[in-house]
Protein backbone atom coordinates (compact mmCIF):
# COMPACT_ATOMS: atom_id res chain seq x y z
CA UNK A 1 0.00 0.00 0.00
CA UNK A 2 1.44 3.22 -0.63
CA UNK A 3 1.78 6.31 1.77
CA UNK A 4 -1.19 8.94 1.41
CA UNK A 5 -0.32 12.57 2.53
CA UNK A 6 -3.21 13.48 4.51
CA UNK A 7 -4.52 16.14 7.00
CA UNK A 8 -5.15 16.02 10.46
CA UNK A 9 -8.07 18.14 11.88
CA UNK A 10 -8.74 18.62 15.26
CA UNK A 11 -11.59 20.74 16.32
CA UNK A 12 -11.55 21.57 19.70
CA UNK A 13 -14.51 22.86 22.58
CA UNK A 14 -13.18 23.37 26.09
CA UNK A 15 -14.38 25.42 28.62
CA UNK A 16 -13.16 28.91 29.14
CA UNK A 17 -15.06 30.09 32.19
CA UNK A 18 -12.66 29.68 34.98
CA UNK A 19 -8.84 30.56 35.11
CA UNK A 20 -7.87 27.13 35.29
CA UNK A 21 -10.04 26.21 32.42
CA UNK A 22 -8.45 29.07 30.14
CA UNK A 23 -5.14 27.92 31.10
CA UNK A 24 -5.73 24.64 30.04
CA UNK A 25 -7.36 26.20 27.07
CA UNK A 26 -3.93 27.90 26.34
CA UNK A 27 -2.29 25.27 26.97
CA UNK A 28 -3.47 22.80 24.79
CA UNK A 29 -3.78 25.59 21.98
CA UNK A 30 0.32 26.12 22.18
CA UNK A 31 0.57 22.44 21.65
CA UNK A 32 -1.13 21.83 18.54
CA UNK A 33 1.11 25.02 17.37
CA UNK A 34 3.84 23.33 18.94
CA UNK A 35 3.20 20.10 17.43
CA UNK A 36 2.76 22.23 13.69
CA UNK A 37 -0.89 22.34 13.78
CA UNK A 38 -2.03 25.80 12.16
CA UNK A 39 -5.31 27.56 12.59
CA UNK A 40 -8.04 27.19 9.78
CA UNK A 41 -10.53 28.68 12.46
CA UNK A 42 -10.72 29.31 16.01
CA UNK A 43 -10.11 25.85 17.60
CA UNK A 44 -10.02 24.22 14.59
CA UNK A 45 -6.10 23.40 13.60
CA UNK A 46 -4.90 21.32 10.79
CA UNK A 47 -1.39 19.42 9.91
CA UNK A 48 -0.17 17.85 7.22
CA UNK A 49 0.71 13.72 7.95
CA UNK A 50 3.04 11.90 5.73
CA UNK A 51 1.25 8.50 6.23
CA UNK A 52 -0.86 6.69 9.27
CA UNK A 53 2.08 5.63 11.14
CA UNK A 54 2.24 9.61 11.83
CA UNK A 55 -1.22 10.04 12.23
CA UNK A 56 -1.11 7.13 15.01
CA UNK A 57 2.02 8.92 16.50
CA UNK A 58 0.05 12.37 16.45
CA UNK A 59 -3.45 11.34 17.72
CA UNK A 60 -1.62 9.55 20.88
CA UNK A 61 0.55 12.61 21.72
CA UNK A 62 -2.91 14.44 21.55
CA UNK A 63 -4.31 12.11 23.79
CA UNK A 64 -1.89 12.91 26.39
CA UNK A 65 -1.98 16.53 25.86
CA UNK A 66 -5.47 17.00 26.26
CA UNK A 67 -7.34 18.43 29.23
CA UNK A 68 -9.87 16.81 31.38
CA UNK A 69 -12.50 18.50 30.37
CA UNK A 70 -14.36 20.00 27.10
CA UNK A 71 -14.44 17.91 23.19
CA UNK A 72 -12.12 17.24 21.54
CA UNK A 73 -12.12 15.36 17.67
CA UNK A 74 -9.47 14.46 15.20
CA UNK A 75 -10.35 13.78 11.81
CA UNK A 76 -7.59 11.97 9.11
CA UNK A 77 -8.69 13.51 5.39
CA UNK A 78 -6.64 12.78 1.90
CA UNK A 79 -5.04 16.29 0.87
CA UNK A 80 -7.85 15.93 -1.98
CA UNK A 81 -10.48 16.22 0.01
CA UNK A 82 -9.28 18.97 2.15
CA UNK A 83 -8.14 20.97 -1.13
CA UNK A 84 -11.71 20.54 -2.27
CA UNK A 85 -13.12 22.28 0.85
CA UNK A 86 -15.25 25.06 -0.54
CA UNK A 87 -15.54 28.58 1.27
CA UNK A 88 -18.64 30.17 1.96
CA UNK A 89 -17.71 33.44 3.21
CA UNK A 90 -14.16 34.14 3.75
CA UNK A 91 -11.20 32.66 1.79
CA UNK A 92 -7.68 30.95 3.06
CA UNK A 93 -5.21 32.86 4.15
CA UNK A 94 -2.44 32.76 1.78
CA UNK A 95 0.36 34.12 4.37
CA UNK A 96 1.14 30.76 6.15
CA UNK A 97 3.26 28.39 4.55
CA UNK A 98 1.61 24.92 4.48
CA UNK A 99 3.49 22.69 2.15
CA UNK A 100 4.31 19.36 1.91
CA UNK A 101 7.80 20.08 0.78
CA UNK A 102 10.42 19.38 2.92
CA UNK A 103 13.89 21.74 3.70
CA UNK A 104 17.27 20.20 3.31
CA UNK A 105 19.87 21.36 5.09
CA UNK A 106 23.77 20.38 4.33
Do not use: W
Not at 29 to 48: A, T
Not at 78 to 89: L, S
Amino acid sequence: MRNRIMRAIVFFDLPNVYLNDRRNYNKFRKFLINEGFIMLQESVYSKLVLNSQQADFLLNRIKRNAPKKGVIQFLLITEKQYFDMDFIIGNTNHKIVNSEDRLIVI
